[in-house]
């Protein structure tokens, strides 16, 4: 399985960026990490199966929307109103089978499959 994920850059604070994930055809909860120089991977968003539910971390809620297109086996992480504290690596990942369509896990060990990462650098 590979998961390709692009759409980052530098960009200003208050500016926007969109983050796409390529994974056709895989049935499975999407999740979205990053990682800052020195720190852990962090949770960012999740999106279920069906693209119905929806989990964010307190620091991107209100401000980063995610969403899937089945169709074409997409994910997008749409990034709004960037600050410089967003500053990292961003990881789409696809989670372990689950049977439960209203599974979103936010724990990286829930992630099975993981993208290469995109930059994203917000300068103040």
């Known amino acids: 399985v590979q998961l390709q994920a692009s759409g980052g850059g530098l960009v200003q604070a208050g500016e926007s960026l969109r983050l796409s994930c390529t994974a056709f055809?895989?049935?499975?909860?999407m999740g979205w990490f990053r990682q800052a120089p020195g720190k852990e991977r962090e949770f960012v968003s999740v999106?279920?199966?069906?693209?119905?539910?929806?989990s964010y971390s307190d620091s991107v809620k209100g401000r980063f929307t995610i969403s899937r297109d089945n169709s074409k086996g997409t994910v997008t992480l749409q990034m709004n109103t960037l600050k410089p504290e967003d500053t990292a690596v961003y990881f789409c990942?696809?989670?372990?089978?689950?049977?439960?369509?209203?599974?979103?896990?936010?724990?990286?060990?829930?992630?099975?499959?993981w993208g290469q990462g995109t930059q994203v650098t917000v300068s103040s």
């Open positions: 999106i279920n199966r069906s693209g119905s539910r929806t």
């Open positions: 055809g895989l049935d499975r909860a």
């Open positions: 990942a696809a989670a372990f089978a689950n049977p439960n369509m209203l599974y979103a896990p936010v724990h990286k060990t829930s992630y099975a499959y």
